[in-house]
């Protein structure tokens, strides 16, 4: 099943690498990907390891409060939709640095993006890879976690650095199908099981009983607080909250995706069909995690390899062996296929805007030097995330990785973005010390919070450094602004708003 | 002869001319040029940016997109956080069952997906009026663009 899968997508790739050639193709698929099909990938770009296996696995040890990730993680593309995606795919071109450096300084300004992009993106990836290897571990005893690790790398090297955007996007959207499936199949069991009688299925969700130590409870699992407890729950779902809703809209691997389609209508297109897609799907979440914790148990997850196999487990109990294998499979292929966006969106920064534009001054001294080094950095990022998920090992928190990652997005890149478009004022130094307090700040938080054990005693309190970090990203780019005024920039702003409003002179489609 | 074609493109394209294909604007100011070191190719400006922000159309477009956009985030955001916050400190209405054991708080929760999907329709018939109102803007500017001074 998953050989298949693997199979298919080296097929994609070598068609991709057939087709395309240039620098629009490999970074933006010659920006002509579909609305739809670009709904798909970006839905198959954010539906992570995180998503299916992470959140049906807190659903079904919390109940409720991991249904809170489902609905932050859905709210955030309104934030795309009706804020950057448009603007975005108005006035740049590959990365959204493009925006930035369009009226500020851009050396120091796309040196900076460049850094957060790859920190996200790194940590991002690290969660997938440690993940994948986790779940082969389990699955496949035979195959130990670095060479499972090793596997998912190599595979994903070879997708972008042959196939680059066309065969990434395409990988995306066979591998959201195909998770759209297992998800509504898997949904169905479960209240095949209950005799599709809803009154039934959340009556014993409102019973679910497992052991606690040495004693049997039995808890209503619809009532939030088991896993956000007081002093800190509320706050901490705020804070949450907060780097899912502004994070989603700084992801790197997501805004590329709005590089690939034609134009700005286009974008909001896919928005679209990537709402009703991950809406759908987080939904169906409370069916694969309430049907985890009624059907199969806690106590039997927590046996058969933790929590992340929630799903996996579910379709074993219902599904027998082959549908074990085949949700598996789907889980594999989700991590292969994100950790491949992941990977362009990390290249696509570095090789356009660090290496092009900050070393080279903006001049590509051959042609096609910017996709070879990228193909390159594809490489050497592949090749870091091997190593760095090895060297966690398989016992890495997945989900504390996954939210530093939304939690820097939010923090560093939202600000920058949002300031450049619509605040007249910003300037250069604005942004470099928007983009520097708001990395600075999630990661330094992140350290000292609950979620890593560096520290004895924790000196911040909440699990995510949201709901700080996100305000100092904002407070470092105003500080950095209110330094000094930059007329150039200012001149600029008329330009670059009339060209994100209206889509004036927008990068279009390659021609054939 | 190819000098009319350049100052034709120049006048009907706007895509931001540049010094590599991969660079998206040489309308940064990566190398502050001198007017007087100005190349023709780098004085030309297609369109006077600040007299298009400020024109009556551009003007409405704007605003017909900020009375839109504007509400609507501030709503979503009010409506998301409402649930944490109640979660948290109104835990007697969140546990309160609606639908037979069914709680507030996963109706809430529910309602919010339903919340998403209604804006984001709302949204898409928004953005056709203001599609429609693009495309008038950039029709009168390139109805308008003429050659930069010398050409022709």
């Not at chain 1, 609305?35 to 919390?62: C, K, R, T």
């Not at chain 1, 934030?79 to 009226?103: F, H, Q």
């Not at chain 1, 939010?410 to 983009?435: D, E, M, Q």
């Amino acid at each position: 099943m998953f050989l298949l899968f693997v199979a298919i997508t080296l097929g994609i790739t070598w068609w991709a690498a057939r087709r395309s050639s240039g620098t629009s193709h490999f970074f933006a698929a010659g920006r002509r990907i579909s609305g739809w099909q670009n709904g798909f990938a970006v839905a198959g770009d954010y539906m992570s390891a995180a998503s299916f296996l992470g959140i049906a696995g807190l659903i079904a040890f919390h109940g409720f409060d991991g249904f809170m990730y489902s609905v932050g993680w859905l709210v955030a593309y309104l934030t795309v939709l009706l804020i950057v995606a448009e603007p975005l795919r108005n006035a740049g071109k590959y990365t959204m640095a493009d925006v930035l450096a369009y009226r500020l300084n851009p050396r120091p300004v796309r040196a900076m993006a460049s850094l957060s992009t790859l920190t996200v993106s790194t940590f991002y990836m690290i969660a997938q890879m440690v993940g994948a290897g986790a779940l082969v571990a389990i699955l496949l005893p035979s195959v130990s976690f670095h060479a499972a690790v090793i596997g998912v790398g190599a595979l994903m090297i070879i997708y972008v650095v042959f196939g680059g955007m066309l065969a990434t996007t395409w990988v995306q959207i066979i591998k959201a199908i195909l998770l759209m499936g297992g998800t509504i199949l898997l949904s169905l069991l479960v209240m095949a099981h209950f005799g599709f009688d809803f009154g039934a299925f959340f009556e014993a969700v409102a019973h679910v009983t497992y052991r606690e130590g040495d004693v049997e409870v039995t808890k209503d699992f619809l009532r939030p607080g088991l896993y956000f407890k007081p002093p800190y729950g509320a706050i901490d779902l705020v804070s949450l909250g907060m780097a899912l809703i502004f994070g989603t809209a700084g992801l790197p691997h997501i805004l590329v995706r709005f590089y690939t389609v034609p134009d700005a209508r286009t974008a909001r297109v896919s928005v679209v069909w990537a709402m009703a897609l991950i809406g759908v799907f987080y939904v169906l979440t409370t069916f694969l995690g309430f049907g985890a914790a009624t059907i199969v148990g806690r106590d039997y997850i927590v046996a058969h390899g933790g929590n992340n196999m929630s799903a996996p487990l579910l379709a074993q109990r219902l599904g027998g062996e082959m549908f074990f294998a085949f949700v598996s499979a789907i889980a594999f292929a989700t991590i292969l296929a994100v950790v491949a966006g992941l990977t362009i969106s990390a290249s696509t920064s570095f090789a356009h805007d660090f290496y092009t534009n900050v070393v080279h001054r903006g001049m590509e001294r051959r042609p096609g030097e910017e996709v070879r080094v990228a193909r390159i950095t594809a490489f050497v990022v592949g090749a870091m995330a091997i190593v760095i998920a090895i060297l966690l090992g398989p016992k890495a928190n997945v989900a504390f990785l996954v939210g530093l990652a939304f939690a820097v997005a939010a923090s560093a890149n939202l600000p920058v973005i949002v300031f450049s478009l619509f605040w007249k004022r910003f300037n250069t130094k604005g942004a470099v010390c928007g983009l520097a307090s708001g990395l600075l700040a999630s990661i330094v938080l992140i350290l000292v919070s609950p979620s890593v054990d560096l520290l004895a005693e924790p000196w911040f309190p909440l699990k995510n450094p949201g709901i700080v970090s996100i305000p100092l990203g904002f407070l470092g780019a105003i500080f950095g602004t209110l330094l000094g005024r930059e007329p150039h920039a200012e001149a600029k702003h008329s330009e670059l708003f009339v060209r994100a409003s209206t889509g004036i002179g927008a990068e279009k489609a390659a021609d054939h | 002869m190819s000098d009319t074609t350049k100052i034709k493109a120049a006048s009907t394209d706007l895509t931001p001319v540049v010094a590599a294909p991969t660079d998206v604007a040489r309308l940064t100011h990566r190398a502050p040029v001198p007017p007087h070191e100005q190349t023709a190719d780098q004085d030309v400006d297609v369109v006077d940016w600040d007299r298009v922000a400020a024109a009556e159309d551009f003007k409405s477009l704007i605003r017909a997109k900020v009375r839109f956009v504007v509400p609507a985030s501030a709503f979503f955001i009010v409506y998301y956080f409402a649930l944490p916050l109640l979660v948290g400190y109104a835990p007697g209405l969140m546990n309160r069952k609606v639908v037979g054991v069914v709680n507030f708080a996963y109706v809430f929760a529910l309602s919010q997906f339903f919340m998403a999907w209604t804006i984001a329709a709302l949204y898409v018939r928004a953005a056709t009026r203001f599609d429609r109102m693009e495309k008038d803007i950039i029709a009168r500017l390139l109805r308008r663009g003429k050659p930069a001074p010398g050409g022709n």
